[in-house]
């Protein structure tokens, strides 16, 4: 069955300082992956996607990932986190048929004035 | 333009009451999508409607659970005889096509059985 691990629960990182956030998935062809960032008591926010071509995605706030197949891995970076960047952040990925999302467990981050 | 909403925001009912959470998709999608996101169980995706395809039912966890889709738009998610497991977060999302696409995310639906 196909999956997406978030290797991390928490994380915690100071304000200014870079972020990478893991995510890892199992998925036979290439998949298309996205990151979506909740923050407390609201919905799902897109931060970026991965379809195809280029493998290293920008997206809103400052964010981007790399897709490497290799390891699997669609990992979110950020070169300075902003306090108002706290918040819980979900790697996702649709399955063979291209309807549902699969997500991985999420990963809290905290930001340390 | 407008994004997906869903009301109620937050709903408190008893154990063994039914209750029914809405939401209206973005103008134009063809694919919606409820999932529940609760402290154990994460994110789990639970219906998923295309155009006027039949609906995949395949994440529904019990028969107490079913939704509709009305001329192609707004749904409506039912949950019967509620139990205090049923405690979650409900969200909708909508996407333009049923094909690998974003999926855009309504506030939720904040559920508690008591």
């Known amino acids: 069955a196909q999956s997406v691990t978030q290797p991390d629960i928490h994380i915690t990182v100071s304000e200014g300082a870079s972020l990478e956030l893991r995510c890892n998935y199992s998925y036979g062809a290439t998949p298309y992956l996205f990151w979506y960032v909740q923050s407390p008591g609201q919905g799902l926010q897109l931060l970026l996607k991965?379809?195809?071509?280029?493998?290293l995605v920008q997206g809103i706030k400052g964010f981007e990932a790399e897709f490497k197949r290799s390891q699997s891995s669609f990992n979110l970076r950020k070169p300075s986190v902003h306090w108002s960047d706290a918040a819980e952040y979900f790697c996702?990925?649709?399955?063979?048929?291209?309807?549902?999302?699969?997500f991985g467990g999420g990963t809290r981050l905290m930001v340390k004035p | 333009g407008a994004g997906v909403s869903q009301s109620p925001s937050n709903k408190v009912t008893e154990k063994g009451k039914d209750v029914e959470l809405r939401c209206d998709p973005i103008s134009g999608h063809t694919a919606l999508y409820w999932y529940r996101q609760s402290l154990g169980q994460g994110l789990e995706f639970l219906i998923y409607?295309?155009?006027?395809?039949?609906?995949?039912k395949s994440g529904l966890p019990s028969d107490r659970f079913s939704a509709e889709r009305t001329g192609g738009s707004v749904s409506t998610l039912t949950i019967q005889r509620t139990q205090q497991e049923d405690s979650a977060v409900y969200l909708c999302a909508s996407s333009l096509t049923g094909q690998p696409d974003t999926q855009y995310f309504g506030p939720g639906t904040r559920l508690t059985v008591l």
């Open positions: 996702a990925a649709p399955d063979n048929a291209g309807n549902m999302l699969t």
């Open positions: 991965y379809f195809s071509g280029d493998t």
């Open positions: 409607f295309q155009g006027n395809s039949a609906p995949d």
